[in-house]
């Protein structure tokens, strides 16, 4: 994400923080209408909604640099509109339309971007991470000095390839940040009675890897803290974990009723701790944005999601054939 000047919010422009508020709000508008579609039966499979993350790869992608790479679970929507892909193509794919990003063929949890170096959404849990691993290691092979942000969430962290990519990256010192988006609930199961440690950072203590945690409600200390660890690795110190707090508003799916919390719990975060409500607040306490100019970005927003969902909707599904496409690599000599 470029750099933009401007009139300085502590460390931050008024220009980039009505930039990570206008992120945000994509995120969570397309997540919304992403709901509406799946309950008009658009929208097959699984479908695993960001509401409430926002901030975490906001913030992430603002510590990013071009080239960098990313590469994630099923909750994936949001690092794709992240990282800039079409939220015409992101939406077509939901839908299983030839207009989407994986030909139709993908679904929510498995479309890719070569141009935006975005390498999935992965349906396997904590198979991404190894994946993520292997990116930086090709980039440490070619010494282009990028980074890798490999995210996993609090229950994925208990698997065992998780601990197995640690030590391969901190023996190889792979420029890799290992984020953990700690929502509070792998599935259906609190951290506390899933988890044996309560800081899920430390966990890379044993192989030598830092790490910290931040504050996934906050984008500005997302952001801080990603830049720290991008750094770390572009030092050549190796690999780096972040932590980040967050929380989701909806279920695991969107067939998870969410009876394992309450809604008191749900409607506190959300009014107390709204991660685009902090940078709404923000700016219009600072005076760098008007009622009326948040209302007018909110408007076009809504304007590029149901943009979005009209493609998708006109977009043909894809033809039968399409079956056969994409599984096998073609080797044959480019001179036969």
């Known amino acids: ?9 502590s460390n931050v422009s008024a220009e980039d923080l009505t930039a990570y508020y206008r992120d945000m709000l994509l995120i969570r508008r397309f997540e919304e209408k992403a709901g509406q579609l799946y309950g008009m ?3 097959g499979g699984f479908c695993h909604l960001y509401i409430g993350q926002e901030a975490v790869v906001v913030g992430l992608e603002a510590a990013a640099e071009e080239g960098d790479k990313r590469v994630t679970s099923y909750r994936d929507h949001g690092h794709m509109l992240a990282c800039g892909m079409d939220p015409k193509g992101v939406m077509a794919e939901l839908t299983g339309r030839e207009g989407g990003y994986s030909k139709g063929k993908g679904g929510s949890m498995h479309m890719f971007s070569k141009e935006k170096h975005f390498y999935g959404g992965h349906g396997i849990v904590g198979a991404q991470v190894p994946i993520g691993a292997g990116l930086a290691f090709a980039d440490k092979y ?15 962290s208990n ?25 509070q609930y792998a599935m259906g199961t609190a951290q506390k009675r899933s988890t044996s440690t309560p800081e899920i950072h430390t966990r890379g203590e044993a192989f030598g890897i830092p790490g910290e945690a931040v504050d996934g409600m906050d984008v500005l200390a997302v952001r801080a803290a990603g830049e720290t660890a991008v750094a770390h690795c572009r030092a050549g110190k190796g690999p780096y974990i972040l932590e980040v707090k967050t929380y989701r508003y909806r279920g695991h799916s ?9 809604r008191e719990e749900v409607q506190k975060m959300r009014e107390e701790r709204d991660a685009i409500e902090h940078v709404r607040q923000m700016l219009l306490d600072g005076k760098h944005a008007s009622e009326d100019d948040l209302k007018a970005i909110d408007k076009d927003i809504k304007d590029i999601v149901n943009k979005a969902a009209e493609f998708a909707k006109e977009s043909p599904e894809p033809a039968l054939d399409e079956l ?13």
């Not at 070619?142 to 994925?156: I, L, M, P, Q, S």
């Open 1 to 9: 994400m470029a750099a933009r000047k401007g009139k300085k919010i």
């Open 41 to 43: 039966g658009l929208i």
């Open 142 to 156: 070619k010494e282009n000095g990028r980074v890798t942000f490999t995210y996993f969430g609090d229950g994925a």
């Open 159 to 183: 698997q065992g390839q998780v601990y197995e990519t640690f030590n391969m990256a901190a023996l190889w010192s792979l420029p890799v940040v290992f984020v953990i988006e700690n929502n």
């Open 254 to 262: 969107m067939s998870d009723p969410a009876k394992y919390r309450t």
């Open 324 to 336: 056969w496409s994409d599984i096998y690599a073609d080797t044959a000599p480019q001179n036969a």
